[in-house]
């Protein structure tokens, strides 16, 4: 049994990624004053934008509340871990808080991506034609299940010299110039990762049982799910509520609430299904609108309409109990848009209002109309929140209506 006095709640996106997870992060760790916030899965193929008085930050590891100077930050251990980018973060926050380095700390159980990994990424992505970021996401998150993977516990142990071995081994690499480069990758870093790296799950253990709050921040989307996404076209990782508890070491009953947070439309990056995609002005014109461009690779985003059965379905499959929407600006003063309520099979012509990932692609969506708006108090934009929490039987929290952390409307209070 636990003994938990403190509580985690978590930020989950509902869509392709992309959904603005960071600036919500950003905000409610400022407004609720959560103690601790983890990031718990994904790695540095996930770029997360927050503008705070003017200035843009982009993270790709570190978790996006490290901007709250009363927060202290955990890189969990379902993340797949780049010491590259997490240093080039660090130093770049330095002139935003001198003290960074102390609010923030590593699981020692989070993957090592090495530059083997990255080459293997390059190499299958131009088979595979998945369009992933070539980060060595995937190849990280193989090596940890065929138990061939650097723990930055390793570090400590001083065992990464054999592990490299061993996982140069599996990939069939005998070349002496490889193993040079990837052990020279790894020992320019051991000594610089020392202090920050911690048993990451009994720290969460502790805070919790101190009666402290702590914020579970997921990477990417519901619907890049390994299991659950528009499947082969998915991240290499639970991006559903599953991967609060084995990525970051939280005890399910800790769980109080989940923010699933989706835009006022659709984006997604590289291939796969895309049943509301426009194309065009309509879909330029939102493009530069929202910035849809990748904050990791800087490739221009699909645009599609807001698909509901999408955001029904994942909000169902991560147990969300409260709706925030993103972007919601970029559509104020449109004379109208449309919304996704339904799908139609190509074949059977059956009509339904779920979101079938496996088969999306032989489905055409069903488009109903709605009015634009001039402003977040007026009867059209009311109109359609109402619609969206009738549909989804969830309550829409927050709007973000700006980049700025300020630049929100709170609903229900």
Request: with cysteine; charged share 25%; glycine share 8%.
């Amino acid at each position: 049994m636990t003994n938990s006095k403190g509580y985690a709640d978590a930020v989950m996106g509902l869509q392709w990624g992309d959904e603005g997870k960071a600036k919500i992060v950003d905000l409610i760790s400022d407004k609720f004053n959560y103690d601790y916030t983890i990031r718990v899965q994904g790695g540095a193929n996930a770029g997360h934008t927050v503008v705070h008085r003017e200035k843009k930050f982009i993270f790709h590891l570190i978790p996006s509340s490290i901007l709250n100077k009363n927060s202290i930050s955990i890189i969990g251990n379902g993340v797949v871990f780049d010491p590259k980018i997490f240093f080039e973060e660090l130093g770049a926050l330095k002139s935003f808080d001198k003290n960074v380095d102390k609010r923030i700390f590593i699981s020692d159980k989070a993957t090592l991506i090495l530059p083997i990994h990255k080459k293997i990424d390059i190499t299958r992505d131009e088979i595979l034609k998945i369009g992933t970021t070539k980060r060595g996401i995937g190849p990280a998150y193989e090596c940890k299940v065929a138990r061939v993977a650097i723990k930055l516990f390793d570090l400590i142990t001083g065992d990464w010299v054999r592990k490299l071995k061993l996982l140069l081994q599996y990939y069939g690499i005998n070349d002496e110039d490889v193993f040079k480069e990837n052990f020279k990758f790894i020992d320019q870093y051991v000594e610089k990762l020392l202090p920050f790296i911690e048993d990451s799950e009994r720290l969460v253990f502790s805070v919790l049982k101190e009666g402290k709050s702590i914020l579970c921040e997921g990477a990417q989307g519901a619907a890049l799910d390994i299991d659950f996404g528009t499947y082969p076209f998915v991240t290499s990782s639970n991006t559903i509520i599953s991967s609060v508890f084995s990525g970051g070491g939280i005890p399910i009953r800790s769980l109080r609430n989940v923010f699933g947070i989706f835009k006022i439309y659709t984006t997604r990056v590289g291939n796969g299904p895309f049943p509301t995609e426009l194309n065009g002005e309509l879909a330029e014109k939102i493009r530069i609108s929202g910035a849809e461009f990748g904050s990791t690779t800087g490739r221009p985003r699909r645009i599609g309409w807001l698909d509901l059965p999408m955001i029904k379905y994942y909000s169902t499959l991560t147990g969300t109990t409260h709706l925030i929407i993103t972007k919601a600006d970029i559509f104020k003063g449109f004379e109208s848009f449309k919304v996704c309520v339904g799908y139609q099979n190509n074949t059977t012509l059956q009509i339904i209002d779920d979101y079938p990932p496996a088969s999306i692609h032989l489905h055409t969506p069903i488009l109903q109309d709605f009015k634009g708006f001039e402003d977040f108090d007026s009867k059209e934009f009311l109109d359609f929140i109402k619609f969206i929490e009738d549909y989804t039987c969830l309550p829409v929290y927050i709007v973000s209506t700006g980049a700025e952390r300020d630049q929100f409307i709170l609903l229900n209070k």
